[in-house]
Structures are given as structure tokens and as C-alpha cells.
Antibody, heavy 121, light 111 residues
Framework: QVQLVQSGTEVKKPGASVRVSCKTSGYTFSAHGVSWVRQAPGQGLEWMGWISAYNGNRIYAEEFQDRVTMTTDTSTSTAYMELGSLRSDDTAVYYC??????????????WGQGTLVTVSS | QSVLTQPASVSGSPGQSITISCTGTSSDIGGFNYVSWYQQHPGKAPKVLIYEVSIRPSGVSTRFSGSKSGNTASLTISGLRPDDEADYYCSSKKSSGSLVAFGGGTKLTVL
């Protein structure tokens, strides 16, 4: 069965960076893109960007373009999201989600369990 | 502020039907048939209910249906059940900028 398992809770200070991993299994990694979506406490969903597991092409949301880096490791079927220059308003649960297609559609058929990132001095 | 506009809350009684709207523009909902709907229970990851406007993934109840007219998409839940109480989000592909937009979410209360 398809699974996306994310790394654990992180606590970071303002200005630091955080790297969240998303280990996938149960499907051909290169056949789907992976998006990252975050949710601040009590707030809605926010799309951060997408990476192709086939060729590494990336599309970042404008808001995060200067601070986010998405990568994949095809040898371990794992996707990574690194967010830098952290601020208190980056405190959120970060989800990885499999895009059902090989291109960006917004149809996310499987989701990781979420990783809580807290930014606090 | 979300690109797609949803009502903050809706409510209904068990057995009734409700509809949640999601309004965008010709650059997102009106321009693509890539509208999805997600259900999220507290503390859980979202779960897809509808994709490509009106298609239900395997395993999703037929009580959930989607449609689109112009720049507005809709999710209808029929035969409301207590466990339908959750937050619901629409999403759409966009033509530029951030290529995926979400609605602000709608809290469904089953009275």
C-alpha cells in the first residue's frame, strides 16, 4: 500500500533552517510528483511547491521561492523540503502529498502524517 | 487571504444535504477542470473526496459529489452523518504564480 512517512517534530530558532523528509513506499517513486503543503495552527492549507520525482523539476509558490528548496533521493524514494530564514509565522504542520499525476494538478491522493515545525526563540 | 473563497461554516442535520461553494476566477477554477475537494478531521491529514471537478476516488462514498459552473465549484454531501463533521477544502490548479490554490476551508457542523 502507498505510504508517505515524514520525519518528526522540529523546534527551531528564528533565522534557522529546517529540513523535513518524506519517505515513500508502495509505488513507483518516479511516476508521481510530490507537493508540500503547510497548515498554520487553526488555519487553512497552503501549497508551498512541487517537485517531480522523475526529473527533479521544481515549481515553488511565489511566497516561498526565496527560502525553500525541494529535493528528492530516488535511491531511497524520499522527498525533502528545506525552509530557511525561519520566522515565527512559519510555525505550522508541514505535509508532503503525492500528486496523482506527473504534473502539478492539485489532486493529492496520498498524504504524509504531517510534521510539526515550531519556530520560537 | 486565500485565493479561492469558501464559506467559513455550514451546518445541517443528520440525513440532510448540504452544499459548499468555492469561488475563484477564470485563472483557476474557471480555466481548468482540476478542482479537488478534501476532508480534514482535527489532527489528521486531509483526505481527497473529489478530483477533476466531479470524480470520486475509489473508496469515497457516493454521498459526496462535485460540480462546477463558471468560476464556482461546489461540493454536495447528501445523507449527512455525524462523522461528516470536519473541515472541507477546495483546491484548483492556477494558470500562473503559485500553481495550486486552496480555499480557506469550511467547517461543517452536523447538528
Amino acid at each position: 500500500q502507498v505510504q508517505l512517512v515524514q520525519s518528526g517534530t522540529e523546534v527551531k530558532k528564528p533565522g534557522a533552517s529546517v529540513r523535513v523528509s518524506c519517505k515513500t513506499s508502495g509505488y513507483t517513486f518516479s511516476a508521481h510528483g510530490v507537493s508540500w503543503v503547510r497548515q498554520a495552527p487553526g488555519q487553512g492549507l497552503e501549497w508551498m511547491g512541487w517537485i517531480s520525482a522523475y526529473n527533479g523539476n521544481r515549481i515553488y509558490a511565489e511566497e516561498f521561492q526565496d527560502r525553500v528548496t525541494m529535493t528528492t533521493d530516488t535511491s531511497t524514494s524520499t522527498a525533502y523540503m528545506e525552509l530557511g530564514s525561519l520566522r515565527s509565522d512559519d510555525t505550522a504542520v508541514y505535509y508532503c502529498a503525492r500528486d496523482a499525476a506527473t504534473v502539478v494538478t492539485g489532486y493529492f491522493d496520498y498524504w504524509g502524517q504531517g510534521t510539526l515545525v515550531t519556530v520560537s526563540s | 487571504q486565500s485565493v479561492l473563497t469558501q464559506p467559513a461554516s455550514v451546518s445541517g442535520s443528520p440525513g440532510q444535504s448540504i452544499t459548499i461553494s468555492c469561488t475563484g476566477t477564470s485563472s483557476d477554477i474557471g480555466g481548468f477542470n482540476y478542482v479537488s475537494w478534501y476532508q480534514q478531521h482535527p489532527g489528521k491529514a486531509p483526505k481527497v473526496l473529489i478530483y477533476e471537478v466531479s470524480i470520486r476516488p475509489s473508496g469515497v462514498s457516493t454521498r459526496f459529489s462535485g460540480s462546477k459552473s463558471g468560476n464556482t465549484a461546489s461540493l454536495t454531501i447528501s445523507g449527512l452523518r455525524p462523522d461528516d463533521e470536519a473541515d472541507y477544502y477546495c483546491s484548483s490548479k492556477k494558470s500562473s504564480g503559485s500553481l495550486v490554490a486552496f480555499g480557506g476551508g469550511t467547517k461543517l457542523t452536523v447538528l
